[in-house]
């Protein structure tokens, strides 16, 4: 009976290493889990690290660069980028709707691309004039 506790307690503790990207420093951040809810994160050395451990645990999120096909500009694509962070989750997905877009010239460096991507609130935005 006591061994089934044991094996109960240690199948439902678990570990994921995070390397933090906000400093350059790159803490190996270690974050606890029982019973898939973060009990603990180890190895930061500052309250960024912590932030940053928490947040890619709970709600991954990326900014999307990428570019955009465009007719009448110097080249035949233009760079793109979210004007947030998106879930990662959402990133394939937002880049098939990107994929179908094709601009014309000429467009402006800030300019709205596409609002509000699949709902998430953020817009796509042109980072250059063409």
């Keep these: 009976m006591e061994n089934n506790m044991v094996d109960n307690l240690v199948n439902s503790i678990k570990k994921r290493n995070i390397t933090c990207i906000v400093c350059p420093q790159g803490c190996n951040l270690e974050v606890w889990y029982n019973n898939d809810v973060i009990s603990e994160i180890k190895g930061y050395t500052c309250k960024r690290g912590l932030d940053y451990g928490w947040a890619e645990s709970t709600n991954p999120t990326r900014m999307l660069t990428t570019t955009v096909r465009i007719e009448g500009g110097e080249l035949p694509v233009m760079p793109v ?36 991507i699949l709902d ?10 063409m």
């Design 81 to 116: 980028k979210s004007e947030k962070p998106i879930p990662k989750e959402l990133l394939l997905e937002s880049m098939d709707i990107i994929n179908k877009i094709k601009l014309k010239a000429p467009i402006k460096s800030g300019e709205v691309i596409l609002e509000n």
């Design 120 to 129: 998430t609130g953020v817009s796509i935005v042109a980072t250059r004039d």
